[in-house]
């Protein structure tokens, strides 16, 4: 199965352009990259997506490579409510299931 | 706007006892998916159903049963409970089965075994 790998946890200060990255090693071929937030007692929810290259919406940037074997999630100028888990799916290239990452704590300090 | 709605929210059962958890999503999406999250395991998916009618293992299986009833509902049986089913569980959905179409998730039951 594909291995993903993030750091367990990042802590920031509120203003602060924060940076994680997720490494996928085995992503299946076609399949987009997705991250996901969670807030404690509740569901994950979607932030964005990319295939390749960059991509932009309004709450973050998502950084691929050419090699697509990781992904970087960019949260500009946090705030204390992006205090959070962040998760990244990706599709194992050998078996084409859905893999999440062991997801990254950020903690936002004032 | 309820979107994945998941019952119960919590529950406790004695190994060996018999559980259906429910979901059903408004949304008329094709594509539904059953995970449990474990702490420091992230998310992991146990089964999942492209579309009505179809259903498919993920990534832990083993000790559950799936049902997509209809387009709008996927129920995940525990037929005999045991203590590392502990877990929160989460059912999702997506327009289709693509990693291209985001998933919505529902607010989690969260399951203990004694």
């Known amino acids: 199965l594909a291995k993903t790998t993030q750091p367990i946890s990042m802590d920031s200060y509120e203003g602060q352009e924060v940076n994680i990255t997720c490494s996928h090693n085995?992503?299946?071929?076609?399949?987009?990259i997705t991250w996901y937030q969670q807030f404690p007692s509740q569901g994950p929810r979607f932030i964005i997506q990319?295939?390749?290259t960059k991509v932009t919406n309004e709450v973050a940037s998502l950084f691929i490579p050419a090699d697509r074997k990781s992904s970087t999630l960019s949260l500009p100028r946090v705030s204390l409510s992006d205090t959070a888990v962040y998760y990244c799916?990706?599709?194992?290239?050998?078996?084409?299931?859905?893999?999440f990452g062991t997801g990254t704590r950020l903690q936002v300090f004032p | 706007n309820a979107g994945v709605t998941q019952t119960p929210k919590f529950q406790v059962l004695k190994t060996g006892q018999s559980m259906t958890l429910q979901c059903a999503q408004d949304m008329n999406h094709n594509s539904m998916y059953w995970y449990r999250q474990d702490p420091g395991m992230g998310l992991r998916l146990i089964y999942y159903?492209?579309?009505?009618?179809?259903?498919d293992k993920g990534e832990v299986p083993n000790g559950y049963n799936v049902s997509r009833l209809n387009k709008r509902e996927f129920s995940l049986r525990l037929e005999s409970a045991a203590p590392s089913q502990t877990s929160v569980y989460f059912c999702?959905?997506?327009?289709?089965?693509?990693?291209?179409?985001?998933?919505?998730f529902g607010d989690g039951t969260r399951l203990s075994i004694l």
């Open positions: 799916l990706v599709g194992d290239h050998n078996t084409d299931k859905l893999i």
């Open positions: 999702a959905s997506s327009e289709t089965g693509a990693l291209n179409q985001p998933q919505h």
């Open positions: 990319g295939y390749k």
């Open positions: 159903s492209a579309s009505e009618g179809t259903t």
């Open positions: 085995n992503i299946a071929t076609n399949d987009y």
